[in-house]
């Protein structure tokens, strides 16, 4: 039988060697409770500093309007992750700052392996 976390764990591992991901901030705002005195909903900012592949977009991609130039896709293992990434999070790479508008998961079973970011520059 195979172990989909064993493998998730893996590629985390791999990713994280030194020299074969960047680090990356993915930072997520997430609106609390409305104040009613204030007029106000607090916001939580939540940021994961994880390792991950950072590549451009391909053609293909770019022909069928999946993306634009100057896009990038980013894959961040989901070992290193609380919770999946979603369109409009922001992501941080080498002192670039992108917002994420596509994310892809590739699991094994039912285990999320990676995550397959595209990211556009904020």
């Known amino acids: 039988m195979v172990d989909f976390t064993e493998i998730a764990a893996t590629v985390s591992n791999v990713i994280a060697a030194e020299g074969l991901g960047a680090p990356v901030a993915l930072t997520r705002k997430t609106p609390g409770a409305y104040d009613a005195a204030t007029g106000v909903a607090?916001?939580?900012t939540t940021v994961a500093n994880v390792f991950g592949t950072v590549e451009e977009v391909r053609g293909r991609e770019l022909m069928l309007g999946l993306a634009q130039?100057?896009?990038?896709r980013?894959?961040?293992p989901a070992a290193q992750l609380?919770?999946?990434p979603a369109p409009g999070d922001s992501l941080t790479v080498l002192a670039v700052n992108y917002v994420v508008v596509r994310v892809e998961t590739?699991?094994?079973g039912a285990v999320a392996i990676l995550y397959v970011l595209t990211c556009r520059v904020a």
Do not use: L, P, R
């Open 42 to 44: 607090a916001v939580t």
């Open 69 to 72: 130039a100057g896009d990038k």
């Open 74 to 76: 980013v894959s961040i």
């Open 82 to 84: 609380s919770a999946a």
């Open 106 to 108: 590739v699991t094994g």
